[in-house]
T-cell receptor
C-alpha cells in the first residue's frame, strides 16, 4: 500500500523567497512520486515526477524535488517564488508503472508581494 | 501529453436529480479514470474505465451511484445519480500516458458540481 503525507496545509511566502513544500511517503515497493499543481478553478498539471532514475528531478516553472529514500521524502522546492506560483500543490505516489495514484491532502501556497 | 476536455465545467443541481459528466481526450487511450475532490480535500479515485469492459470501482463507490460509460477509446461519461448535497465536489477525469520518463497521468479541468 502507498500513502503520502504533506506537512503543512498552507504555506505563505514572500515574492522572491524560497518555496519549500514537504512530502513524505510510505510504500511497500519502490515508488513513483509526483507533484501536481492546481491553479484556481483548473484541473491538475504535472510539475515533475520521480520514476527511479535521477534522485534530483527538475520540473516546469523552476520547481525541483529530491527523492531521499533514507528519509522517505520527496520535498518540492523553488528558489524564488513568483506571484503566479499561488496555487494548491499535491504530492502523489504510485507503485511503478501503476495507475493507482494516492494523493496527499494538498498544500495551498500564497505569495505575498 | 494528452488534451482533455470536460463538460459541463460547472453545474448547480437539485437534490434527487442526476448529472452526466463527459470527458473527451484528443488521442486514443486504454485507461481513463474518474476522481472526486470534495471541498478542501484531496483527490479520491472513484473508478477506472476501460473501453469494452465494465468500470472498476474503488472501495466506497458503487455503480448504482456513479454509473460510467466508456463507448470508445477517446470518450467516457460519469453520472452522479440521485444527488445529495454531499455529492458537491469537483469531478475530474484523467488518462494515462507513457513517456520516455515513464508513466504519468493527465487531468482534465474538472467539473464543479454544487447540489442544493
Amino acid at each position: 500500500a502507498q500513502s503520502v503525507t504533506q506537512l503543512g496545509s498552507h504555506v505563505s511566502v514572500s515574492e522572491g523567497a524560497l518555496v519549500l513544500l514537504r512530502c513524505n511517503y510510505s510504500s511497500s515497493v519502490p515508488p513513483y512520486l509526483f507533484w501536481y499543481v492546481q491553479y484556481p478553478n483548473q484541473g491538475l498539471q504535472l510539475l515533475l515526477k520521480y520514476t527511479s532514475a535521477a534522485t534530483l528531478v527538475k520540473g516546469i516553472n523552476g520547481f525541483e524535488a529530491e527523492f531521499k529514500k533514507s528519509e522517505t521524502s520527496f520535498h518540492l522546492t523553488k528558489p524564488s517564488a513568483h506571484m503566479s506560483d499561488a496555487a494548491e500543490y499535491f504530492c502523489a505516489v504510485s507503485p511503478p508503472n501503476d495507475y493507482k495514484l494516492s494523493f496527499g491532502a494538498g498544500t495551498t501556497v500564497t505569495v505575498r508581494a | 501529453s494528452a488534451v482533455i476536455s470536460q463538460k459541463p465545467s460547472r453545474d448547480i443541481c437539485q437534490r434527487g436529480t442526476s448529472l452526466t459528466i463527459q470527458c473527451q481526450v484528443d488521442s486514443q487511450v486504454t485507461m481513463m479514470f474518474w476522481y472526486r475532490q470534495q471541498p478542501g480535500q484531496s483527490l479520491t479515485l472513484i473508478a477506472t474505465a476501460n473501453q469494452g469492459s465494465e468500470a472498476t470501482y474503488e472501495s466506497g463507490f458503487v455503480i448504482d451511484k456513479f454509473p460510467i460509460s466508456r463507448p470508445n477509446l477517446t470518450f467516457s461519461t460519469l453520472t452522479v445519480s440521485n444527488m445529495s448535497p454531499e455529492d458537491s465536489s469537483i469531478y475530474l477525469c484523467s488518462v494515462e500516458g507513457v513517456t520516455a520518463g515513464g508513466y504519468e497521468q493527465y487531468f482534465g479541468p474538472g467539473t464543479r458540481l454544487t447540489v442544493t
